[in-house]
């Protein structure tokens, strides 16, 4: 395969996955909060064909009750293009139009419900709104701020080389748990969600500059020895123009690589912000917040469903991986 | 039943027997007053192993504060009268008898005599009188000491003879000979001269040496590993036996491991490392249930304790310049209507459900089910009524908007924050539940979680904070351990600590209802003035009481005498009964 093609199915299959979660109103059958009480850590609810009498449904059902009792509950058929909760498109348009559900009382949970009975797969849905958006930005912040600051230390050299390194060295090596605490603490205590998400943007994203720095500093070390740099200089090139034009292209490749690598790191990082009180609240979820419930060991034991959301982010970390691969191979294929 | 009890009657027979032959070999060396117990009777050696969440932080009994040092210390030491976990009653400890006079003022103890401390030095009542003037030097600090203060005046401590100690009360007190439960006797041998310079605080670190520690309890330390574990092993001169004359404990030797989360513990007790294990959540307790039979121990609901998990709103004085948006929320919380519906429109039921597993008890009083001897049975238990609560709000003066959420009088949302700690999942589950819950009402609520060191300094410092979840757990079934939670002036009255002035009307009745009990000797009488407290609390709800969860304990099949009670230590009070078969 080509790399051009390979790139085109990696974007392709993240298109997808962004698509479901960018319309998570439409695609979740419930809304992310709407607790079952009656139905805490129920499994997912099996869809039937067929019913105890052996009779074959064109349309698939649920059982009543939590949707597995088979004991003679009653029978709700799946509909497709539902009137729904009501939610938000992009939150902004409102709209009830949700793809599939069953009538009340019957119950869908495809992926099973969490403690307070929530549907998880809605949770899913929704929980990636914030948790990829934050990646996405916070990698493009750092990586941005990796290219600036590493392309100045390579290009320059000298003190200012000097000077961003040590910068770089400090910030990989403080201990910023720590600095979170602090953080936390001077923070007023409800945060609206909003100003948690820039929140989370920027610590995720100003604590990660300092690698791509590095990366992007080697690659316009040697960038700016190459014979048409050193010809452009010698037609009387201006620094920036050199800069612009012929050395940062040269870091391209490693920018978008480093992005796509970055977005399941920080998806991942998320779960130690929820942790210090930094990520966002319940009720909304959050990719971090459904991965952290993962760490008490009787959902590990007893309710194999609740690893569903991280089995679901495998094939989109894979897809991210695979871009970031594709994203290389093309960029060498094109300095070549 | 009657099998049961047919089964018993030939294991004390086959005791007897075995009895017969040990007694006269021990009469010749048991020179002092040994206290015979009566549980059934054990045979000695082996090492049990429990898990501790974190290290202790000291082994002086003077100074302990945390619930890890103390439960080490209450087997290292002894206290002269002693309160039976198990039945909640007071037992004779370091004092075998003790006579009360009809004011309540004047108790006199008869010490035990012949008996030594653990390294072998003879205990008398010099040691009494030492070990209390610590306890009540104001120098030191002891977070007992408030306790010796009866009436506003410290307790006064005589010696009459070697073996007889006087003590003198400026006030009856009701809880009377309870007040000697866990204040650990002291070697004045050993910590006089640490006393005289001054650096007693300094003394029995937890790296102390062993031949440095001696104390009355059933074990004596053997070794300190920083970050593993402490090791503990038996007193030879401990001073009970049982009947068949053998000087407990039975044990040789306890292991505390330092083990930090309960996760850990569950893990560390189902691969057989520890024997024992107390106080672990509902959901760990039905993981632990299922391999109950594959592994060999055995998993035990011991019903409500004595913990409650309440909410609560900032009652503080906050300035408006300080703190503005506190301020200006407390408008809402101090009227006891909107406080009245938030109480109302909890779902107290579900809270049982989702975060117990059925495994707790739901309150509307601060007095849990577990204690048998103080609960007012007249407090109402009016079911979750969204109807009540929006009835209350609207004669508050508080409306609801277009989009159904509510607003106060000058039309501004209501909408505050519930802060839990982090590391107390149960709290944290509360508060989300609590949040959907008032939602109903169109209140906007936000879960703020922190750690709880954070927690705590708000609450107590800054102030900053609009409502909590926390959980208080009474030391006793007496209410004389709540004092400081009723008290307007105490450390502990959580939504409004410290008062310098009763704030309200009714804190004022309680704080008088709480000092009329203290000194009420009457049962009947001092239980009403309780009751009188609880219904004003239950009217007026400075804490929402939510639920109260049961006491989940395991141990391995193999530890035999295992009696745990709903009081603290739960599992280890009886410790140097338990016997390894």
């Given at each position: 395969m080509t790399a051009r093609r390979k790139l085109q199915i990696a974007l392709l299959a993240l298109g997808c996955f962004h698509g479901f979660v960018l319309f998570a109103g439409f695609f979740a059958p419930y809304d992310f909060s709407a607790q079952n009480r009656e139905h805490p850590f129920a499994p997912p609810t099996r869809l039937h064909f067929v019913d105890a009498q052996r009779k074959f449904h064109l349309r698939p059902f649920v059982y009543g009750g939590a949707g597995n009792a088979s004991d003679g509950a009653g029978i709700y058929p799946m509909h497709f293009l539902v009137r729904g909760a009501p939610y938000q498109i992009i939150g902004f348009f409102p709209a009830r139009l949700r793809l599939f559900g069953v009538e009340e009382p019957g119950r869908v949970f495809l992926i099973g419900t969490d403690g307070y009975g929530r549907d998880q797969f809605s949770r899913f849905l929704y929980g990636g709104q914030i948790s990829l958006l934050a990646g996405l930005l916070a990698a493009i912040l750092s990586v941005s701020l990796g290219a600036v600051i590493g392309a100045l230390a390579g290009f320059y050299g000298g003190w200012v080389d000097e000077a961003l390194m040590r910068a770089v060295e400090f910030f990989l090596a403080s201990p910023w748990l720590y600095l979170l605490f602090a953080v936390r603490a001077a923070l007023p205590l409800h945060v609206a969600e909003w100003q948690i998400f820039i929140l989370l943007v920027s610590v995720l994203g100003l604590l990660g500059w300092a690698r791509p720095a590095r990366l992007v500093r080697g690659i316009v070390l040697s960038a700016k020895e190459r014979h048409f740099v050193i010809a452009a200089r010698g037609f009387g090139a201006t620094d920036t123009h050199i800069l612009l034009r012929h050395v940062l292209p040269q870091t391209y490749g490693v920018l978008l690589t480093q992005v796509a690598l970055l977005i399941p790191h920080y998806v991942l990082a998320e779960v130690t912000l929820s942790f210090l009180g930094l990520g966002v609240g319940e009720p909304v979820p959050s990719w971090g917040s459904l991965l952290s419930q993962l760490q008490q060991y009787f959902i590990l034991t007893s309710y194999w469903w609740m690893f569903m959301p991280a089995l679901l982010l495998v094939p989109l970390f894979l897809a991210y991986y695979a871009a970031a691969d594709a994203f290389q191979e093309h960029f060498q294929q094109v300095a070549l | 039943m009657t099998h049961l009890r047919r089964c018993f009657g030939a294991a004390s027979t086959a005791v007897l027997l075995c009895g017969f032959v040990v007694l006269p070999l021990r009469a010749a060396e048991s020179a002092g007053d040994w206290m015979v117990t009566d549980n059934p009777v054990g045979h000695t050696g082996g090492r049990l192993a429990v898990a501790l969440r974190s290290e202790p932080k000291t082994l002086n009994p003077v100074l302990a504060l945390d619930e890890t040092s103390r439960e080490v210390i209450h087997c290292l030491t002894a206290d002269l009268i002693h309160i039976n976990r198990g039945s909640q009653k007071t037992e004779p400890a370091l004092a075998k008898s003790w006579s009360v006079t009809r004011d309540g003022r004047q108790y006199t103890l008869q010490l035990r005599r012949g008996l030594r401390f653990s390294d072998g030095q003879p205990f008398d009542?010099?040691?009494?009188?030492?070990?209390?003037?610590?306890?009540?030097?104001?120098?030191?600090?002891?977070?007992?000491?408030?306790?010796?203060?009866?009436?506003?005046?410290?307790?006064?401590?005589?010696?009459?003879?070697?073996?007889?100690?006087?003590?003198?009360?400026?006030?009856?007190?009701?809880?009377?000979?309870?007040?000697?439960?866990?204040?650990?006797?002291?070697?004045?041998?050993?910590?006089?001269?640490?006393?005289?310079?001054?650096?007693?605080?300094?003394?029995?670190?937890?790296?102390?040496?062993?031949?440095?520690?001696?104390?009355?309890?059933?074990?004596?330390?053997?070794?300190?590993?920083?970050?593993?574990?402490?090791?503990?092993?038996?007193?030879?001169?401990?001073?009970?036996?049982?009947?068949?004359?053998?000087?407990?404990?039975?044990?040789?030797?306890?292991?505390?491991?330092?083990?930090?989360?309960?996760?850990?513990?569950?893990?560390?007790?189902?691969?057989?490392?520890?024997?024992?294990?107390?106080?672990?959540?509902?959901?760990?307790?039905?993981?632990?249930?299922?391999?109950?039979?594959?592994?060999?121990?055995?998993?035990?609901?011991?019903?409500?304790?004595?913990?409650?998990?309440?909410?609560?709103?900032?009652?503080?004085?906050?300035?408006?310049?300080?703190?503005?948006?506190?301020?200006?929320?407390?408008?809402?919380?101090?009227?006891?209507?909107?406080?009245?519906?938030?109480?109302?429109?909890?779902?107290?039921?579900?809270?049982?459900?989702?975060?117990?597993?059925?495994?707790?008890?739901?309150?509307?009083?601060?007095?849990?089910?577990?204690?048998?001897?103080?609960?007012?049975?007249?407090?109402?238990?009016?079911?979750?009524?969204?109807?009540?609560?929006?009835?209350?709000?609207?004669?508050?003066?508080?409306?609801?908007?277009?989009?159904?959420?509510?607003?106060?009088?000058?039309?501004?949302?209501?909408?505050?924050?519930?802060?839990?700690?982090?590391?107390?999942?149960?709290?944290?589950?509360?508060?989300?539940?609590?949040?959907?819950?008032?939602?109903?009402?169109?209140?906007?609520?936000?879960?703020?979680?922190?750690?709880?060191?954070?927690?705590?300094?708000?609450?107590?410092?800054?102030?900053?904070?609009?409502?909590?979840?926390?959980?208080?757990?009474?030391?006793?079934?007496?209410?004389?351990?709540?004092?400081?939670?009723?008290?307007?002036?105490?450390?502990?009255?959580?939504?409004?600590?410290?008062?310098?002035?009763?704030?309200?009307?009714?804190?004022?009745?309680?704080?008088?209802?709480?000092?009329?009990?203290?000194?009420?000797?009457?049962?009947?009488?001092?239980?009403?003035?309780?009751?009188?407290?609880?219904?004003?609390?239950?009217?007026?709800?400075?804490?929402?009481?939510?639920?109260?969860?049961?006491?989940?304990?395991?141990?391995?099949?193999?530890?035999?005498?295992?009696?745990?009670?709903?009081?603290?230590?739960?599992?280890?009070?009886?410790?140097?009964?338990?016997?390894?078969q």
């Open positions: - | 009542a010099d040691d009494v009188i030492f070990s209390f003037q610590v306890y009540l030097d104001e120098k030191i600090d002891s977070p007992q000491r408030d306790l010796l203060i009866v009436g506003g005046e410290p307790i006064v401590v005589q010696r009459l003879d070697s073996y007889t100690v006087r003590f003198q009360l400026a006030q009856p007190y009701a809880a009377a000979e309870r007040l000697f439960d866990s204040v650990a006797i002291l070697p004045r041998h050993l910590l006089e001269s640490a006393y005289r310079k001054s650096n007693f605080s300094d003394t029995w670190s937890i790296a102390t040496a062993a031949p440095q520690f001696a104390g009355l309890g059933p074990f004596r330390l053997k070794e300190y590993v920083p970050g593993q574990r402490i090791a503990l092993e038996r007193n030879p001169y401990y001073w009970k036996q049982d009947r068949n004359g053998v000087r407990l404990p039975y044990v040789d030797e306890i292991d505390f491991l330092f083990v930090p989360s309960e996760d850990a513990q569950v893990i560390r007790f189902q691969s057989g490392d520890t024997d024992i294990l107390s106080r672990f959540s509902a959901d760990n307790f039905a993981v632990l249930e299922k391999q109950e039979a594959a592994k060999g121990y055995r998993v035990r609901d011991l019903g409500p304790g004595m913990d409650y998990n309440f909410l609560f709103f900032n009652l503080n004085d906050v300035s408006a310049k300080d703190l503005p948006e506190v301020a200006r929320k407390q408008a809402w919380f101090q009227d006891v209507r909107f406080r009245q519906a938030v109480s109302a429109a909890v779902d107290r039921d579900g809270i049982i459900r989702l975060v117990y597993s059925g495994r707790a008890t739901p309150l509307w009083g601060h007095v849990t089910p577990g204690n048998k001897l103080w609960g007012d049975a007249q407090l109402p238990h009016p079911a979750k009524s969204l109807e009540r609560g929006r009835a209350l709000l609207k004669s508050a003066g508080f409306s609801w908007k277009a989009d159904g959420s509510l607003a106060d009088s000058r039309g501004s949302p209501v909408e505050f924050s519930i802060l839990t700690s982090s590391s107390n999942a149960q709290r944290t589950k509360m508060a989300t539940m609590i949040q959907h819950d008032l939602a109903q009402l169109g209140m906007k609520v936000h879960v703020v979680a922190l750690e709880f060191g954070a927690v705590v300094n708000r609450l107590m410092k800054t102030h900053d904070y609009e409502a909590c979840i926390m959980g208080l757990a009474s030391g006793d079934a007496d209410p004389t351990p709540e004092m400081n939670v009723w008290l307007s002036s105490g450390d502990t009255h959580l939504w409004h600590p410290k008062e310098s002035q009763p704030a309200t009307p009714w804190e004022a009745e309680i704080d008088g209802l709480m000092q009329r009990q203290l000194i009420t000797l009457d049962y009947a009488k001092r239980k009403r003035l309780y009751d009188q407290v609880q219904e004003i609390i239950a009217q007026n709800v400075p804490i929402i009481c939510l639920a109260s969860p049961n006491v989940l304990v395991a141990a391995k099949n193999r530890v035999a005498n295992f009696q745990p009670a709903i009081l603290d230590s739960y599992t280890l009070w009886n410790v140097e009964q338990l016997y390894l």
